[in-house]
């Protein structure tokens, strides 16, 4: 043994007849059960980084619309490369006849009933189409800016004016799995968003609230209110059916 | 023993103040101990320990392996030590700012040279690093082997071999302990030699 190692074996015995004294341990008691600020401190750097990430994520918001704008190409397409929505293409005998002159390739990705809500292309634009003829085109970008703001784009109800059944169709985000419609009248009406879309009958006098947005682990994405859009065609006045108007 | 401090652990775990009570005491000694000769003084040593049994109180019950207390302890303790000499190099920096040539007065303690030995061990060990004065801390006070202190220092047996190593040899040959005679009340050694050359077999 050197002479480094006897002083060192030195310290070592004088180091281990150290004791903590009882007052020591009566704080160390206390101060156990006391909130530990050192957790709090940790809780506020997270919150503080999860609102940077917040931040940056919003700042992200374009290239996220670009991946729409691109999930929606293939969605339109017929082809999810990069987005499980897929749609069951129609053969060209079940395409609509006003419809098979502009496209020939046509997507059905929700119905109830007989009620179909259809995805085509048209010069360039990608449309929707549902209720007795309604389409709505928009650019593959448009689209993809308003999934980017919403997981779901609505549709209808398209009972018109004076009618209060329609039907509600939606245009779905592709981490988008139900819709649940909730009634002030009876229960929620669940369907499925699985193709990229759902569609849903529903009657006013039922007094809709919200549709909630749900993941594939049930989860809520987020709530939409419907009021408005059923009070529409409860307020509207009643078409007299001798003058059509 | 580590049946005994399972059992403790248990009794803790299960609200018993008097096992939460030796925990806390068994946890403190460890870290004490430790840190006293891995800082500069006694103070900040006492600070330590008593961060770190709260610390393990605190975390008694995600422990999952109650019969290596003492290596979660050895963990936290040099988890501790560590940050200890970051707020105390923070504190010496500002001091500097603030004071010119008085900053080693500022906040410093009493010489504990009961512990150190000597006043001229205790400025060798103050030139060496933190993780170097753990190191010697972790084997000259509980005895570990290189493995152990590889488990509380996180880091590989070598990186600790390599550390004790240095250690020795800056205390080998550093000035104060080269100049003075030990202090040690039972030592034989006037003078602090290098290690001796290995002997050559014939």
Redesign the interface.
């Known amino acids: 043994m050197t002479s480094t190692d006897r002083l060192l074996a030195e310290l070592g015995r004088r180091a281990r007849t150290l004791e903590p004294s009882a007052a020591e341990i009566e704080t160390i008691l206390e101060r156990s059960h006391a909130p530990d600020r050192r957790a709090t401190s940790r809780r506020w750097t997270v919150a503080v980084a999860a609102m940077i990430i917040a931040v940056l994520a919003a700042l992200a918001v374009p290239a996220t619309r670009t991946a729409l704008a691109d999930a929606v190409d293939s969605f339109f397409g017929g082809q999810a490369r990069d987005h499980r929505i897929t749609g069951q293409p129609l053969t060209r005998n079940q395409i609509p006849r006003w419809l098979a002159g502009e496209t020939r390739h046509a997507l059905v990705v929700a119905g109830t009933g007989e009620k179909r809500l259809i995805a085509y292309r048209s010069q360039g634009q990608y449309c929707f189409l549902f209720g007795a003829g309604v389409g709505i085109c928009a650019s593959g970008r448009d689209w993809a800016q308003q999934l980017a703001r919403n997981p779901v784009v609505l549709f209808g109800p398209t009972g018109g004016p004076g009618h209060p059944r329609g039907t509600l169709y939606g245009f779905t985000r592709g981490d988008v799995a139900t819709v649940r419609l909730t009634l002030s009248t009876r229960p929620p009406i669940t369907a499925s968003a699985t193709n990229g879309g759902f569609a849903i009958n529903a009657n006013a006098h039922w007094k809709p609230k919200r549709l909630d947005v749900l993941d594939a682990n049930g989860r809520t994405i987020t709530s939409v209110s419907v009021v408005a859009r059923f009070n529409t065609e409860l307020n509207a006045p009643m078409r007299n059916p001798s003058t059509g108007n | 023993m580590s049946e005994s401090v399972s059992e403790l652990v248990g009794r803790c775990r299960a609200g018993e103040?008097a096992a939460?009570?030796a925990l806390?005491?068994r946890a403190?000694?460890q870290a004490?101990?430790?840190a006293?000769?891995a800082m500069d003084d006694l103070d900040a040593a006492?600070d330590v320990?008593?961060e770190v049994?709260?610390r393990v109180?605190?975390g008694i019950s995600g422990l999952r392996a109650p019969e290596r207390f003492d290596a979660w302890v050895f963990r936290i303790t040099v988890s501790e030590i560590r940050r200890s000499y970051g707020r105390t190099r923070r504190r010496a920096e500002v001091s500097l700012d603030a004071q010119g040539e008085n900053c080693e007065l500022a906040g410093a303690a009493e010489p504990d040279e009961?512990?150190?030995?000597?006043r001229e061990?205790r400025a060798a060990l103050a030139d060496l690093s933190w993780r170097e004065r753990t190191a010697?801390?972790l084997?000259?006070?509980h005895?570990l082997d290189d493995d152990r202190i590889a488990n509380s220092m996180r880091c590989r047996p070598g990186t600790v071999r390599s550390l004790l190593s240095r250690a020795?040899a800056s205390?080998?040959t550093h000035p104060a302990?080269v100049d003075h005679a030990?202090v040690?009340p039972d030592?034989t050694?006037t003078?602090?030699?290098?290690?001796?050359a290995p002997e050559r077999s014939s």
């Open positions: 103040r939460e009570s806390a005491h403190a000694s004490l101990r430790t006293s000769v006492r320990s008593q049994a709260v109180l605190r009961m512990l150190f030995v000597s061990l010697l801390a084997r000259y006070v005895d020795r205390l080998r302990l030990p040690s030592s050694v003078r602090l030699d290098p290690d001796p």
